[in-house]
Nanobody, 127 residues
Framework: VQLAESGGGVVQPGGSLRLSCAASGSGLIYWTIGWFRQAPGKEREGLACISSSDSSTYYTDSVKGRFTLSRDNAKNTAYLQITGLTPEDTAVYYC?????????????????????WGQGTQVTVSD
């Protein structure tokens, strides 16, 4: 599967964005999708996961309440809706795919669980 993120940009604090993760080469329906971000000078951070089988979701405490995952298998696209953006959300955002039918409750935020990655989309939160 190939993944391509889009939807990033420059947003003012308090704003919202919806990031997309388009799958090709293999239907999104077969893949559990994780979202990560990497800010300058920092390690890649796991954020959330949406399962392939039942669209169940997991969120890290740092984003719970502001980040919402969804998926449209007919469009082969997964989405990450972000609200209440702050400068601390500035980062490159990545989606990643793994073949398990459910997100791992313990490991969903670990990069090593995922086999395929997109190229990332830049989100900058600034006045």
């Amino acid at each position: 599967v190939q993944l391509a993120e889009s939807g990033g940009g420059v947003v003012q604090p308090g704003g919202s964005l919806r990031l997309s993760c388009a799958a090709s080469g293999s239907g999104l329906i077969y893949w559990t999708i994780g979202w990560f971000r990497q800010a300058p000078g920092k390690e890649r951070e796991g954020l959330a996961c949406i399962s392939s089988s039942d669209s169940s979701t997991y969120y890290t405490d740092s984003v719970k309440g502001r980040f919402t995952l969804s998926r449209d298998n007919a469009k082969n696209t997964a989405y990450l809706q972000i609200t209440g953006l702050t400068p601390e959300d500035t980062a490159v955002y990545y989606c990643a795919a793994e073949s398990s039918i459910l997100c791992s409750p313990v490991g969903y935020a670990l990069a090593r669980r995922y086999d395929y990655w997109g190229q990332g989309t830049q989100v900058t939160v600034s006045d």
